[in-house]
């Protein structure tokens, strides 16, 4: 490995640190219908989706909980002297991707067969957190300065 393959690798790392992701593969519901619980809770503050999650009726909501609380205790390993209560953590970005595709055959009228596609989907959550992103504001204006 050349210096500069090592040192792009640090730097891959040290960004990775502070990027808390969660990923849902091969979640058996169709990619639309989870788009719909996710569009529901982007950009939203991390308590206000999980109570929408919670008592969402919608069979992909379980699995976003699921999937949420990951992410929740991913920056908790990151993170182990800071409390929860006080970062104030959000869903930056959440990606819903069509995964493979099951494709089955039922019987069609006139002895023909029509193709049924059993759609699965790829979940990928990125917590953010508030207040490292203010600071981050506030170092960029005053190095300007």
Not at 52 to 69: A, C, G, P, Q, W
Not at 71 to 99: C, F, H, P, S
Not at 103 to 110: C, E, H, M, N
Request: aromatic share 4%; no cysteine.
């Amino acid at each position: 490995m050349s210096v500069k393959q090592k040192n792009a690798a640090n730097a891959r790392k040290e960004a990775m640190k502070t990027v808390y992701v969660a990923r849902l593969v091969d979640n058996p519901t169709s990619p639309r219908k989870t788009r719909i619980m996710a569009n529901v809770i982007r950009g939203k503050n991390v308590d206000y989706a999980m109570n929408v999650l919670k008592y969402s009726r919608r069979e992909s909501s379980e699995k976003l909980l699921k999937l949420l609380k990951s992410a929740i205790a991913n920056w908790q390993e990151k993170n182990e002297g800071k409390r929860l209560e006080d970062a104030d953590l959000y869903v930056k970005t959440i990606m819903v991707d069509g995964g493979r595709m099951l494709k089955r055959i039922r019987t069609a009228p006139q002895g023909r067969a029509a193709r049924i596609r059993k759609r699965s989907n790829h979940v990928t959550l990125i917590l953010g957190d508030r207040n490292e992103e203010n600071v981050k504001v506030e170092n960029i204006e005053e190095s300007q300065k």
